[in-house]
């Protein structure tokens, strides 16, 4: 990776699991601080933001299993090695091997529905909880309409049995990521072109559109088992969570992102921003002017 993007920042790679090592970057001090990426992206979603919040947190970037220069292995018959709760536990893995016991989480996309596992699972470990762009797996799928399927098509295209998918993936990963970026609301515009070639050179790696679908086929189906679990037996999140979303993004359109948050946490807050779902990177300043306040423990109106 362009190592500009990321000036002063160390990059390691850990291993977490008997099947899997993830790479992070890791820069800045103070309290640590994990920040989680999303679909079809790396940890370099962050390089607008990681500046400034490297002058009041030690942040811990990492590439989730199956995307990035992180380990993709070949999923299982439930896809249980590609569910949330196993890449929760990745990633509470590598904050103690870095000896983070404690931490806060900012996490987008796909990293905020790993994130949400996180926080359930473990939530001596998470002190405070930012969620970009989503409602809950369960909520997006019980309430899916016409309206949501054809915008977010990628999530039933993905789910389809291999090797489908993954031969159309890897046959243009470019394009792919052009597809599925471009078609959102700002277009490509908002992407820094070093930060997309890295995109497009991560897509690529053996693997990777194997590690991606498997993924969306464990949210399709162990993670609802999860999350139906947990509502059965009324489990919340114990920390304070802030939710934000784009306000011309799909998830605002199509769903009440906070009221669904609310059925799940006690302490939390949230409002959408006038952009639309990549929001590190479409409107940097205004994520830090809400997220700052709330993870350093400030009221947030």
């Known amino acids: 990776m362009d190592e500009d993007l990321f000036p ?6 850990i291993a977490v699991a008997a099947d899997a090592a993830l790479h992070v970057r890791t820069g800045g001090e103070g309290p640590p601080l994990l920040l989680v990426h999303g679909h079809p992206q790396t940890h370099a979603i962050w390089h607008k933001v990681a500046p400034r919040l490297a002058r009041h947190f030690t942040l811990v970037l990492a590439d989730l299993r199956g995307y990035g220069d992180s380990s993709k292995p070949q999923g299982d018959a439930d896809h249980a090695n590609y569910s949330k709760r196993t890449m929760a536990q990745d990633l ?5 091997t870095l000896g983070h016991r404690k931490f806060s989480v900012l996490a987008h996309d796909r990293g905020a529905r790993v994130a949400h596992r996180l926080a359930m699972d473990h939530p001596d470990a998470v ?6 762009d989503v409602a809950p797996t369960l909520a997006m799928y019980e309430q899916t309409s016409q309206d949501f399927a054809t915008a977010y098509w990628h999530w039933f295209f993905l789910i389809q049995p291999q090797p489908l998918p993954e031969r159309l993936i890897a046959a243009d990963p470019a394009a792919y990521v052009r597809d599925v970026m471009g078609r959102r609301s700002a277009g490509l515009a908002p992407f820094d072109a070093r930060a997309l070639a890295e995109y497009m050179r991560c897509l690529a790696l053996p693997g990777a559109a194997h590690g991606i679908c498997e993924d969306y086929r464990a949210s399709a189906g162990i993670d609802l088992q ?3 679990e947990d509502r059965a037996a009324g489990r919340k999140l114990l920390m304070p969570v802030l939710a ?3 306000e011309q993004g799909v998830v605002h ?3 009440e992102p906070l009221e669904e948050w609310q059925k799940l946490a006690d302490d939390v807050r949230g409002r959408p921003l006038p ?7 479409e409107a940097p300043a205004l994520l830090l002017e809400q997220v700052l306040p709330f993870l350093q423990g400030e009221s947030q109106a």
């Open 127 to 132: 002190r405070r909880l930012v969620l970009l």
């Open 92 to 96: 509470l893995t590598l904050m103690q």
């Open 244 to 246: 934000l979303w784009g």
């Open 226 to 228: 999860h999350e139906r």
């Open 8 to 13: 002063g920042f160390s990059t390691s790679r």
């Open 275 to 281: 952009c639309g779902h990549y929001i590190a990177e």
């Open 253 to 255: 359109r199509c769903f």
